[in-house]
């Protein structure tokens, strides 16, 4: 497999961040590699990428363990107590934290945990996860208070017609973070944008995208 995908890809973040009066580095793109294989994952890798995702825990560690020691691995799928012990010490950002269960176990074990970002149903769909967006700054307090490191907020827009049609929700994702600045002035990261609609999501704001296919190409099932 060559890198044409994420050359492509890179390019496309580029132009989108400069639309929203950024620069290309202002944009973290999250190579999200689930069903990929590691050496799959490598060629992405060898081609100069260092920011990676996986949605499953078993799939992060296993992968981690074969991947230099500098990628920065981002947890980016919903995440279980349980699981947590596994995902904790080999990510550099959490996507996902939902709950303040979660984060009194994300707290548990050796040294300091890495920072999360709140994830916000901002659909308000009752079969996603995610805290809805009138309820986030009470579950930052909370979860500030325990001591976890909340630096931003996630979100995945319901699903919609054409990437057009997103904006909508990564507009309200901006004007949620803003609003959340004033009390939590650590709260600057927007994770927001998938393979579909990341230049959107970059249009608006996002200073992180989460690519799987538009870089790996479609999915191992």
Do not use: C
């Not at 907020?153 to 949620?176: C, K, N």
């Not at 994770?191 to 249009?203: K, L, N, Q, T, Y």
Request: no cysteine.
């Amino acid at each position: 497999m060559d890198h044409v995908n994420l050359e492509e890809t890179m390019e496309r973040v580029a132009l989108a961040a400069v639309r929203s009066g950024r620069r290309p580095e202002d944009v973290v793109v999250v190579a999200v590699g689930k069903t990929f294989s590691p050496e799959v994952l490598m060629t992405v890798y060898d081609a100069g990428h260092r920011d990676f995702g996986e949605n499953r825990a078993q799939e992060l560690t296993t992968k981690a363990d074969l991947l230099p020691a500098d990628v920065r691995w981002h947890f980016v799928g919903p995440l279980q107590r349980n699981k947590v012990r596994l995902v904790r010490p080999a990510v550099a950002l959490l996507h996902s934290m939902d709950r303040v269960a979660l984060g009194e176990a994300w707290l548990k074990g050796p040294g300091t945990p890495p920072p999360v970002l709140l994830e916000v149903n901002i659909g308000e769909e009752p079969q996603k996860a995610g805290v809805s967006p009138d309820r986030s700054g009470e579950v930052i307090g909370q979860l500030v208070d325990l001591g976890v490191d909340v630096r931003g907020l996630m979100a995945i827009p319901p699903r919609v017609e054409t990437p057009g049609d997103a904006r909508p929700y990564f507009r309200r994702m901006v004007q949620l973070r803003e609003a959340l600045q004033s009390e939590f002035p650590r709260i600057e990261e927007l994770s927001m944008g998938m393979s579909g609609d990341f230049e959107v999501a970059i249009e608006e704001g996002a200073t992180l995208v989460r690519v799987g296919q538009a870089i790996f190409g479609p999915r191992n099932r």
